[in-house]
């Protein structure tokens, strides 16, 4: 189980006896959280409701108190091969998006640029899959390959 606190870049990995199998630390400046980003996320979000859905909506977006700051990550996925990835914050899900990719031990491996409104749902050793909505909010399944750069001569 992978657990993170989005105040700061730090995501800690449980293995299933409970026991702490790694701590994924980078030093990331949390971005501030700008009126034009709340009102982006506001609209995609109202847009995904139906209509007493979005009377809620409204209501909790007037009432809560809106951050001055961004996440410091957004999602966060392990591969079938144990690396963990971990998403960059989108303000909407329709942004293009990038994953950090750290290994079992939680050395950094690279950055990996994800298509725009991708939803990760499963990654493996060649490809990631993910849902995407169309213009008519239907959900579509999408598989992409992953092209790893080749190793290095030794």
């Not at 992978?2 to 949390?30: F, K, Q, S, T």
């Not at 410091?72 to 144990?82: C, E, L, M, S, V």
Request: hydrophobic share 40%; charged share 30%.
């Amino acid at each position: 189980v992978d657990v993170g606190n989005p105040d700061r870049y730090e995501i800690r990995a449980y293995r299933a006896d409970g026991a702490l199998a790694r701590i994924v630390r980078r030093p990331v400046a949390r971005e501030p959280l700008t009126h034009g980003e709340l009102h982006r996320m506001e609209a995609d979000e109202l847009a995904s409701v139906d209509a007493r859905g979005k009377e809620r909506l409204q209501a909790a977006w007037r009432d809560a108190p809106a951050p001055s700051l961004k996440p410091a990550f957004g999602a966060i996925h392990t591969d079938q091969n144990g690396n963990l990835w971990v998403e960059h914050v989108k303000v909407v899900r329709d942004d293009p998006g990038t994953a950090d990719v750290f290994d079992a031990m939680g050395r950094l491996l690279g950055s990996v640029a994800l298509p725009p409104g991708l939803q990760v749902t499963r990654i493996g050793p060649d490809y990631v899959m993910g849902i995407c909505r169309d213009d008519m909010d239907l959900e579509h399944v999408r598989v992409y390959r992953l092209r790893k750069p080749a190793a290095p001569p030794i």
